[in-house]
């Protein structure tokens, strides 16, 4: 049997989904990324529409091109952090469209469920996400603007590792407005699971890009926490032996038992609407288990099975690739 392709990080959304205030907070972003400087609300209107697929149309097409069985969405509770709401799905109607899509897609698609615990209704929001058929998990995202460590929140991490459940959380100093990155660093994580070591901690992104050795360092002192390498494709691009050497020491320091393939990307029709990128980006790890300009192979071909697909097959508990 031929070891599946996991996508462990991925998305799919359609704009209107997303709250208001994220999208005028990116809508900012993209005003200043140039001279002269742009007005925001002359950019408004044009935030993620390039990357909206809300029926998975385009993502489904990528998956067959580049080889890939199924994807996980990690969703993002943006709800309290991209207040004024506007008219975007609460998270419950959120977390619900994406069993629908998962249902649509059976044995494609795959989903972590958002939660900012913040909400008054925090419990039943969780326990309304665990009824739904295709969550693997939760995405908790500190970077909204609250602490792993907060007392108030321990009934979540005290539940997720009762149930043994894997907990997705942003791991990366990339966001900026409206968020506080801080509250992603490693270091930081790995403070809140010294409380929770039997957690299956997952390191969304792992650290990318300033954050990368402090992810991997953090990692290798708790049992159930992994690196997962989405975005990672920009090192990869940019310069293929450095992304060589990093994952090198991945595999010695971690194993690669606990490394999760992930791309990131958010298709559409302006980011990767065909899966080439994809397709390039599975072939940037293929070839980690070939030699490389005089360089030997960073993984052998059972660990590059673990890699792309086999460990998230493992973590998640996707029966059907099992």
């Given amino acids: 049997m031929v070891a599946p392709v996991?996508?462990?990080?991925?998305?799919?959304?359609?704009?209107?989904?997303?709250?208001?205030?994220?999208?005028?907070?990116?809508?900012?972003?993209?005003?200043?990324?140039?001279?002269?400087?742009?007005?925001?609300?002359?950019?408004?209107?044009?935030?993620?529409?390039?990357?909206?697929?809300p029926d998975a149309t385009l993502t489904m097409a990528a998956f067959d091109r580049a080889g890939v069985a199924a994807g996980l969405v990690p969703v993002v509770d943006w709800t309290i952090v991209g207040a004024p709401t506007g008219t975007h799905l609460p998270i419950a109607a959120l977390n619900a469209r994406y069993e629908q899509l998962a249902q649509e897609h059976e044995g494609r698609l795959y989903f972590c469920a958002g939660l900012d615990p913040r909400h008054p209704d925090a419990r039943e929001l969780f326990a309304a996400a665990l009824t739904h058929g295709h969550c693997k998990g939760v995405k908790l995202y500190p970077a909204a603007g609250w602490d792993l460590q907060d007392p108030a929140y321990a009934w979540l991490l005290t539940e997720l590792q009762e149930r043994r459940l894997p907990v997705v959380v942003h791991s990366s100093p990339l966001g900026g407005d409206p968020l506080q990155v801080d509250r992603c660093r490693p270091a930081r994580i790995a403070a809140a699971l010294a409380s929770y070591p039997g957690l299956r901690l997952v390191f969304a992104h792992a650290g990318l890009e300033a954050w990368w050795?402090?992810?991997?360092?953090?990692?290798?002192?708790?049992?159930?926490?992994?690196?997962?390498?989405?975005?990672?494709?920009?090192?990869?691009a940019e310069d293929y032996p450095e992304f060589r050497r990093r994952v090198r020491r991945m595999r010695a320091q971690l194993g690669a038992h606990r490394l999760i393939f992930g791309s990131d990307i958010i298709r559409g029709p302006r980011e990767d609407p065909d899966g080439a990128h994809l397709e390039r980006w599975i072939g940037l790890v293929r070839d980690l288990a070939t030699p490389y300009a005089g360089d030997r192979p960073v993984l052998s071909a059972e660990e590059l099975d673990l890699f792309l697909g086999s460990n998230a097959v493992r973590l998640y508990d996707l029966k059907e690739y099992s």
């Fill in 6 to 53: 996991v996508d462990a990080h991925m998305h799919v959304w359609d704009a209107s989904w997303l709250p208001e205030g994220l999208r005028r907070a990116w809508a900012r972003q993209g005003a200043g990324r140039r001279l002269p400087e742009r007005d925001p609300e002359e950019i408004l209107g044009h935030v993620a529409v390039g990357q909206s697929d």
């Fill in 213 to 236: 050795a402090e992810a991997l360092d953090c990692a290798t002192g708790w049992q159930h926490v992994y690196l997962e390498l989405s975005l990672w494709q920009r090192c990869a």
